[in-house]
């Protein structure tokens, strides 16, 4: 059962306008279907967006951020439940404990690196939660072109490069994490 998503995306919102508002109807929807989001903490970009949208729907919504970036990022501590951490590394801890699962929306290194990090975690049977990525208007074409490259190349292992689920709307995103219909 799934009870909380972790949600990997951007400080920043992007120069496409979908993403932004991708990030509130995952908000929304997550909010509405009573899955509480876990994120980054921050109040700022895709990541605020996503937790505004989640706690104007009366979700709940758990941030964790290290001491480094709450005046970096802008601690957002009008949320439900904020956890400043020591390190990057603790903060990624808990945030993989407290999930039930994770998706990725468009980002650059930090969402990249905490993706590949929860991919490597499961293929080394850390955990056995579900990993998706939600590929917003052709986001990460490229990417998983860049994948399915690796598996060909025997670098990665076609067990493994399916570990990673993609969706490319919400909805879709939904139906493979909870079942709701597409």
Request: aromatic content about 6%; proline content about 3%; hydrophobic content about 50%.
């Amino acid at each position: 059962m799934i009870r909380n998503i972790a949600v990997f995306c951007a400080s920043a919102s992007g120069a496409n306008p979908v993403y932004r508002a991708s990030a509130e109807e995952l908000g929304r929807a997550l909010a509405t279907r009573n899955i509480g989001v876990v994120y980054g903490g921050s109040n700022v970009g895709l990541m605020k967006t996503v937790a505004e949208a989640a706690l104007a729907a009366k979700g709940k919504v758990i941030g964790v951020i290290p001491e480094i970036l709450v005046d970096l990022e802008v601690a957002h501590h009008g949320i439900s439940e904020l956890h400043i951490t020591s390190t990057m590394h603790t903060r990624k801890a808990l945030i993989g404990e407290k999930a039930d699962a994770f998706i990725a929306l468009p980002g650059g290194f930090g969402t990249f690196e905490e993706l590949f990090e929860v991919l490597a975690w499961h293929t080394l049977k850390l955990h056995t939660k579900p990993i998706l990525l939600l590929n917003i208007d052709g986001f990460y074409d490229k990417l998983l072109i860049f994948l399915d490259h690796c598996v060909a190349e025997g670098m990665l292992k076609p067990k493994s490069r399916e570990l990673l689920l993609v969706a490319n709307t919400v909805e879709g995103a939904l139906a493979q994490l909870v079942g709701d219909p597409a």
